[in-house]
C-alpha cells in the first residue's frame, strides 16, 4: 500500500541518516538484477531535484527496481507545450506510466534545504527592474518556482535571504504535489480509495529489506501522494504535506 511505501522510505532514510546503506547494497546484489530483467514495479515514485547532494536511492537506502525517480531542478512538474492546440508534461508523464503500468502506489514529492533552484527564483523575483537575463531555459525553471516565491511574499513582505528561500523551498512542494492531483486524470483516477475485493499483496520488506518482491505490481487504486523536504546536513527527511488519496469512491 501507499502507507506501507512511505513507511518504507521513512525507514531508510533513518538508517541512511546514521550512516548505514546495507539496503541499499543488499537490493543491488546480481540475484536481483536478474529478478529485474523481467520487468519492473517500483512502490515508489520520487519527484526530487537534480541537486548532486540529494539522490533518493541513497537518501532512502534503497536499492535497484524500488524506486522511479522523476529529476529535474527545483523538484518541478512543469506543463510544456507540445503543439498549437495541447498541452503536456514530460514528469506528469512519468508519474502516469509509473501508477499506471508498473503498480506505483506513492508519490513522493521531495524537495530539499539550500536549493539553488528556489534560491534563483527567489532573488529574480527580489531583483528590481530590468530583470537579469536568464536565458530561456533557466528562465523557464525560474518561472516555474516564482509562484511559490511570490505566494511566500505575499504572506510575508518583509521575509529575504535564507529564511524567504527555506519557505519557498517548502510552498514549492506543496503546490507540486497540489500541481500533480489537479493536473493528471490519470493520477486521480489511480488515487482512488481500494475496495476490499481489489485490495492486493503488499510488497513487504524486512529491516534489512533484502527480500523485497519486485514481482508483485499491486492494484490500480490506491494510489497517495505526500511531500516531504530533506535536510542536507541532518541527512533526515520531514514532512511538508501528509500523505493523502482520494476519498471518492
Known sequence: SADD?????????????????????????????????????PYAAVVVCSDSR????????????????????????????????KLG????????????????????VLGHEKCGAVK?????SLAADPKPDLGPNLLSLVDAILPAVEAVREDDPEL???????ASADENVRQ???????????????????????????????????DFDFSVPGPKCGVKIAGYKYGIASGLVREIVPIRGNTSP
Open 176 to 210: 507540486v504535489v497540489a500541481q500533480i492531483e489537479t493536473d493528471s486524470a490519470i493520477v486521480e483516477e489511480f488515487m482512488k480509495p481500494c475496495s476490499p475485493t481489489t485490495e492486493g499483496p503488499v510488497n513487504d520488506s524486512p529491516t534489512d529489506g533484502y
Open 160 to 166: 529575504t535571504g535564507p529564511a524567504l528561500y527555506e
Open 5 to 41: 511505501s512511505l513507511a518504507l522510505l521513512l525507514q531508510g532514510n533513518q538508517f541512511y541518516a546514521r550512516g548505514s546503506l546495507g539496503n541499499l547494497v543488499g537490493n543491488s546484489r546480481p540475484n536481483i538484477r536478474k529478478q529485474l530483467a523481467a520487468g519492473q514495479h
Open 54 to 85: 540529494v539522490p533518493p536511492e541513497i537518501v532512502f537506502n534503497k536499492g535497484l527496481g524500488e524506486l522511479f525517480v522523476i529529476r529535474v531542478a527545483g523538484n518541478l512538474v512543469e506543463r510544456q507545450h507540445c503543439g498549437d492546440d
Open 120 to 124: 534563483a527564483a527567489a532573488d529574480y
Open 89 to 108: 508534461s514530460h514528469e506528469l508523464g512519468s508519474i502516469e506510466y509509473a501508477v499506471e503500468h508498473l503498480g506505483t502506489k506513492l508519490i513522493l
